[in-house]
């Protein structure tokens, strides 16, 4: 047993220079520490990120409340608890908030406590966080790679959020690590010599200003062709629009643009479009095609492209068993994108890959846009396997810690480590 015998949160900065919460929790025998990433473009129905508001620190971004809340309720409530019961100390902070979506401590609070009990029961046990999470953990996520960056993450003026790249094809984690690098750098020189920006974009994408979207891939496959590869082989390609993002309310329409020119486009249309896009370029996985509430469309996109695409709900979804089980349900989505901060612990973020897994869908373990050098998700995404994860471009420290603490984990397993490349689609026909 880790008795826990202090718990202490402060401000730290993440990637974009805006505050977030770093928790220390201290047992009898160790400790350990997690700080919390921050979303751009969140869904209405994740759980809530406390910011003080108070507009004469950091624009009212700070996050001085939600360190207060652990420094004082969250770490009376847990001394004297077992770090390594992690759900009791999940369920105990869930109750003491009592609200439905954590928003009297805060989930950034509450999630910064947790994966930091987390940790200081891995130290306790002077093991990996990933064999803590799972002792038979050894399969690598294969990454999706965010090399060109748009919607909310750069000005790029791009609708389409992310354009990834999969290294299906490599044999290993650190030979796919190697081949998504080498395109993006191959991309970088195609950029330059056409006369763009080679700047990038939150997530480590180049955000050039291009005419229209088709580019944006075109640009890709090129670069993949370039570097040596064979794209719809060694390389798929994977796409975030973060449809909420261009979804009008008020026009009940997707404000889209296609080959350069803005159209006003129903669900069915966006369908469509996915539909031609698809049968055009070697995209396997496609990620908020639609906006969070389209349940009825989320349907008819599964039925009608869920045998060759992986569909994946992020803002539709948020990491919650609830919306998750009603999404399983109706056969809305056949993936499920996981990011802790959306839900606000590491049970329930847990929760919801175990079911996901049971009903036969994929996952896709990812960071936030505004992201630090923690790690954790790396690890998650190994104890969780077989998965995916999503953690940027191979550029800027902030993405990249992440597949340097999978080269880690790669190397520690050494002869055990597995990269299942395109097996992970094997429910989807290519
Ligand atoms: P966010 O974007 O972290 O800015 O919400 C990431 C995503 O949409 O996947
Ligand atoms: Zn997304």
Same mark, same amino acid.
């Given at each position: 047993?880790?008795?826990?015998?202090?718990?202490?949160? @402060? $401000?730290? /900065?993440?990637?974009?220079?805006?505050? !977030?919460?770093?928790?220390?929790?201290?047992?009898?025998?160790?400790?350990?520490?997690?700080?919390?990433?921050?979303?751009?473009?969140?869904?209405?129905?994740?759980?809530?990120?406390?910011?003080?508001?108070?507009?004469?620190?950091?624009?009212?971004?700070?996050?001085?409340?939600?360190?207060?809340?652990?420094?004082?309720?969250?770490?009376?409530?847990?001394?004297?608890?077992?770090? +390594?019961?992690?759900?009791?100390?999940? $369920?105990?902070?869930?109750?003491?908030?009592?609200?439905?979506?954590?928003?009297? &401590?805060? =989930?950034? =609070?509450?999630?910064?406590?947790?994966?930091?009990?987390?940790?200081?029961?891995?130290?306790?046990?002077?093991?990996?966080?990933?064999?803590?999470?799972? *002792?038979?953990?050894?399969?690598?996520?294969?990454?999706? &790679?965010?090399?060109?960056?748009?919607?909310? @993450?750069?000005?790029?003026?791009?609708?389409?959020?992310?354009? *990834?790249?999969?290294?299906?094809?490599?044999?290993?984690?650190?030979?796919?690590?190697?081949?998504? =690098?080498?395109?993006?750098?191959?991309?970088?020189?195609?950029? #330059?010599?056409?006369?763009?920006? !080679?700047?990038?974009?939150?997530?480590?994408?180049?955000?050039?200003?291009? =005419?229209?979207?088709? &580019?944006?891939?075109?640009?890709? /496959?090129?670069?993949?062709?370039? %570097?040596?590869?064979? %794209?719809?082989?060694?390389?798929?390609?994977?796409?975030?629009?973060?449809?909420? $993002?261009?979804?009008?309310?008020?026009?009940?329409?997707? &404000?889209?643009?296609? #080959?350069?020119?803005? @159209?006003?486009? +129903? +669900?069915?249309?966006?369908?469509?479009?996915?539909?031609?896009?698809?049968?055009?370029?070697?995209?396997?996985?496609?990620?908020?095609?639609?906006?969070?509430?389209?349940?009825?469309?989320?349907?008819?996109?599964?039925?009608?492209?869920?045998?060759?695409?992986?569909?994946?709900?992020?803002?539709?979804?948020?990491?919650?068993?609830?919306?998750?089980?009603?999404?399983?349900?109706?056969?809305?989505?056949?993936?499920?994108?996981?990011?802790?901060?959306?839900?606000?612990?590491?049970?329930?973020?847990?929760?919801?890959?175990?079911? %996901?897994?049971?009903?036969?869908?994929?996952?896709?373990?990812? @960071?936030?846009?505004?992201?630090?050098?923690?790690?954790?998700?790396?690890? /998650?995404?190994?104890?969780?396997?077989?998965?995916?994860? #999503?953690?940027?471009?191979?550029?800027?420290?902030?993405?990249?810690?992440?597949?340097?603490?999978?080269?880690?984990?790669?190397? $520690?397993?050494?002869?055990?480590?597995?990269?299942?490349?395109?097996?992970?689609? +094997?429910?989807?026909? *290519?």
């Amino acid at each position: 047993m880790s008795k826990i015998t202090d718990i202490r949160a @402060h $401000e730290v /900065l993440d990637s974009r220079g805006n505050p !977030t919460i770093e928790v220390k929790v201290t047992t009898q025998s160790g400790n350990g520490s997690a700080i919390v990433p921050s979303g751009a473009s969140t869904g209405v129905h994740e759980a809530l990120e406390l910011r003080d508001g108070d507009k004469s620190r950091y624009g009212g971004k700070g996050v001085l409340k939600a360190c207060a809340n652990v420094n004082g309720p969250l770490k009376e409530l847990l001394l004297g608890k077992d770090a +390594s019961d992690q759900k009791a100390v999940d $369920e105990a902070m869930i109750g003491l908030d009592g609200t439905p979506n954590k928003s009297k &401590m805060g =989930a950034n =609070a509450i999630l910064g406590v947790s994966i930091a009990c987390a940790r200081a029961g891995a130290a306790e046990r002077g093991i990996s966080l990933y064999k803590y999470l799972n *002792m038979d953990a050894v399969t690598l996520p294969v990454p999706m &790679m965010n090399i060109l960056n748009g919607g909310k @993450h750069a000005d790029s003026g791009l609708d389409i959020q992310e354009f *990834m790249i999969m290294p299906v094809g490599a044999p290993s984690f650190r030979e796919a690590l190697r081949t998504g =690098a080498e395109i993006f750098h191959t991309l970088g020189g195609l950029l #330059k010599d056409a006369g763009y920006s !080679t700047t990038v974009g939150d997530e480590g994408g180049y955000a050039p200003k291009l =005419a229209h979207q088709d &580019m944006a891939i075109e640009f890709i /496959l090129k670069a993949v062709e370039v %570097a040596g590869y064979k %794209a719809g082989d060694d390389i798929l390609i994977a796409m975030d629009p973060a449809a909420s $993002e261009f979804f009008d309310k008020d026009k009940g329409k997707y &404000m889209f643009r296609v #080959k350069g020119e803005m @159209h006003e486009m +129903s +669900s069915a249309d966006m369908i469509g479009f996915w539909n031609e896009w698809i049968a055009k370029y070697p995209i396997i996985s496609i990620e908020d095609g639609l906006h969070e509430d389209d349940w009825a469309a989320w349907s008819d996109m599964t039925a009608q492209m869920g045998d060759k695409l992986q569909i994946v709900g992020d803002d539709f979804l948020v990491t919650s068993v609830e919306r998750l089980k009603k999404a399983i349900e109706q056969k809305a989505a056949n993936s499920i994108l996981i990011k802790m901060n959306q839900i606000g612990t590491l049970s329930e973020t847990i929760d919801a890959i175990n079911l %996901a897994h049971e009903s036969g869908w994929t996952t896709v373990v990812s @960071h936030r846009s505004g992201e630090t050098e923690d790690t954790t998700l790396a690890d /998650l995404a190994v104890a969780m396997g077989p998965g995916q994860i #999503k953690t940027g471009s191979l550029s800027r420290s902030d993405r990249v810690a992440k597949y340097n603490q999978l080269l880690r984990i790669e190397e $520690e397993l050494g002869d055990k480590a597995v990269f299942p490349g395109r097996k992970i689609f +094997s429910q989807i026909k *290519m």
